[in-house]
């Protein structure tokens, strides 16, 4: 249990005398759920989220936009931008961020199979929603050059002051891209 | 002590026996400095901040760029834009933001005091650098009802995605200004 994130030496403990406090039927029918979904759970072969079949649900849907395409390091970053309820395009999962220290290169990434979906796709403009982070600025920067023979539109997210937060704790390079990105009113 | 900011009972009584402690001249000191602060320290009568004299160190400093004039709303958002060290224009410190709840109404703060500056300024910006809550957007919108008869450029801070920051755990707000706010690479 202590293996696993974020469960310390504590939890740990905490977690396993619940265990043994709960009738065996609970303990089963956990451990059952786990294995079945990992055994379900595979990668979408189209945009490398996390799905129960080939294709998954996003990118069957006929409903949502096939003109965008929002490019994301992990599936996680699927859920996030889900959860805003305002992107009806579709995705595609990167896999990671380029990370030369801990050996993850662009190979690595599934950026050949963003390139093939592109030569074969209806994008009208790329969203690249990448972490303001020095992998994601290296992956930012890859990613758009790869992406300039194509002729379709690139964005980036914006960066600045999260919402509800304060001038005064933000910090200088916040700040900085705040001042940076100003926008008419 | 207990009285001060994020000072509670037990904060208070460590300070308390910490002067004890100390002393007689450290206490002096302290007690003096304090004093002499609060009374030379008066607001500047141009922008407002808080200053040693009528015109503050950056009202009277010529290498200022005297077209870009950055509305704040208290003296600690000068201290945080000036940590940036990429803003060279001027301020102007409001005192404030419209809370009709906490009784600030629009008369309260120094909006008068910043229309007769735009009367007889050389500026040709207007960065609105006002925090990004509700309070903070009533103040723009009703500053950008004020500022509109003046054909001034007006700007507000980027709102995004903070610098470092994870797409995972930004909230929904911020996540969705970030694709709102998106620009081209």
């Keep these: 249990?202590?293996?696993?994130?974020?469960?310390?030496?504590?939890?740990?403990?905490?977690?396993?005398?619940?265990?043994?406090?709960?009738?065996?039927?609970v303990v089963d029918q956990l451990a059952e759920t786990m294995v079945r979904t990992r055994r379900n759970i595979r990668y979408c072969d189209t945009c490398?989220?996390?799905?129960?079949?080939e294709r998954c649900h996003i990118c069957s849907d006929a409903g949502r936009d096939e003109h965008v395409l929002c490019v994301v390091s992990e599936?996680?970053?699927?859920f996030s931008v889900e959860r805003t309820h305002h992107?009806?395009?579709?995705?595609?999962?990167?896999?990671?961020?380029?990370?030369?220290l801990d050996g993850i290169h662009p190979e690595v990434l599934r950026i050949q199979e963003l390139v093939e979906r592109l030569r074969?796709?209806?994008?009208?403009?790329?969203?690249?929603?990448?972490?303001?982070?020095v992998e994601g600025d290296a992956t930012l920067l890859y990613l758009n050059s790869v992406l300039a023979s194509?002729?379709?539109k690139t964005t980036k997210l914006a960066y600045g002051?999260?919402?509800?937060?304060?001038?005064e704790y933000a910090d200088?390079?916040?700040l900085q891209q705040a001042f940076h990105g100003r926008t008419g009113i």
């Design 87 to 100: 992107y009806h395009g579709h995705y595609h999962v990167l896999g990671g961020l380029i990370s030369p």
């Design 48 to 53: 490398f989220n996390i799905s129960l079949s």
């Design 1 to 25: 249990m202590a293996k696993l994130p974020s469960v310390g030496k504590k939890s740990a403990q905490r977690l396993a005398f619940h265990f043994l406090s709960q009738t065996q039927d």
């Design 172 to 174: 200088e390079l916040t």
């Design 75 to 78: 599936p996680r970053d699927v």
């Design 161 to 167: 002051l999260p919402m509800g937060g304060d001038i």
């Design 120 to 133: 074969s796709g209806t994008f009208t403009e790329i969203i690249l929603a990448i972490n303001p982070t």
């Design 150 to 152: 194509f002729q379709i």
